[in-house]
């Protein structure tokens, strides 16, 4: 199946004459007969019902003519956007929780009102795991922790965050490792950043930490932790967001784990009008003179 016979298929529906069709696409008659019988071949069905001078669309001819003309209209949405290099068609991009929770809304808002032709499409994850879905073509962009250091990668800074680790409110205080020796901890699945910067700081004291607790969002991490049932990790800024004032207390981390910036990703080989309509909205609205166009 390609797009030719999606148009000769089209038009053939439309006009309900082979003769109208071929006239219409500068074609004979024949060619059309030949592409629509492999295209029934190879869809398995009759698509038309064919009568003495013309051609009917038979029921399932209707249902495939439906997603016929969304194939088509997104053909021409995706060349047109290609050609005149601004930024239109579907935009896959890929975010860490704590980044869409606290710095996507009032971004991707501004995003829509300046380019409406975007339709764009979120998909939340680990820093490993979204970086990888750009690494495969899967996703357009995404915003991940870094520096991120591949070849087929480009990638820029986006926003600052800093880092806390959280407890309930009658945990003693903790400034070590060791404070917080055998407490459960509460993250997100491997893969996360975050989660291995933890790790890391148990790990630079030669202490193992307690057992690890995956959790799928960031609120049901702090209903945990305030209910003193472990440990967490997560940006400052998630936490003035989603907690209560007295709800859970925090406690400091070395800047070594506590320092980290997220970085917009892209492939090397595709820096589309929409990855860079974003990258020049995120530097736009950015107060740090570190990013840079």
């Avoid at 008659?29 to 492999?38: E, F, I, K």
């Avoid at 997104?74 to 290099?85: F, Q, R, V, Y």
């Avoid at 820093?127 to 480009?154: C, H, Y």
């Avoid at 799928?216 to 049932?229: E, P, T």
Wanted: aromatic share 6%.
């Amino acid at each position: 199946m390609d797009l030719t016979q999606l148009k000769m298929f089209c038009a053939v529906a439309e006009t309900g004459s082979l003769a109208r069709a071929a006239e219409q696409l500068h074609r004979v008659p024949s060619n059309l007969t030949t592409r629509l019988r492999q295209l029934e071949q190879e869809t398995g069905i009759d698509l038309f019902i064919r009568e003495k001078q013309r051609l009917r669309l038979s029921p399932m001819g209707h249902n495939f003519l439906c997603y016929a003309q969304r194939i088509l209209a997104l053909s021409e949405e995706a060349l047109a956007m290609t050609h005149n290099g601004e930024p239109g068609g579907i935009f896959a991009l890929g975010s860490m929780e704590s980044t869409a929770a606290v710095h996507l809304p009032s971004l991707l808002s501004t995003y829509h009102q300046r380019y409406p032709e975007v339709t764009l499409s979120l998909v939340t994850g680990t820093s490993g795991e979204i970086i990888e879905q750009v690494r495969k073509g899967t996703l357009a962009a995404a915003l991940a922790e870094g520096p991120v250091v591949a070849d087929e990668l480009n990638s820029c800074k986006t926003f600052s965050e800093r880092m806390v680790l959280i407890s309930n409110l009658h945990h003693a205080p903790i400034q070590r490792p060791e404070d917080a020796a055998g407490d459960t901890l509460f993250a997100f699945r491997p893969g996360c950043s975050y989660r291995l910067r933890l790790e890391n700081w148990f790990r630079q004291a030669g202490i193992s930490p307690g057992p690890f607790m995956e959790i799928q969002s960031y609120h049901a991490m702090l209903a945990c932790v305030a209910s003193g049932a472990g440990l967490a990790i997560l940006p400052e800024s998630v936490l003035e967001r989603i907690a209560a004032p007295g709800q859970v207390q925090k406690h400091a981390l070395p800047a070594d784990i506590s320092e980290t910036t997220t970085y917009l990703v892209w492939r090397r080989d595709a820096f589309t009008p929409n990855v860079k309509a974003l990258k020049y909205l995120i530097i736009e609205q950015s107060p740090d003179d570190e990013i840079q166009p």
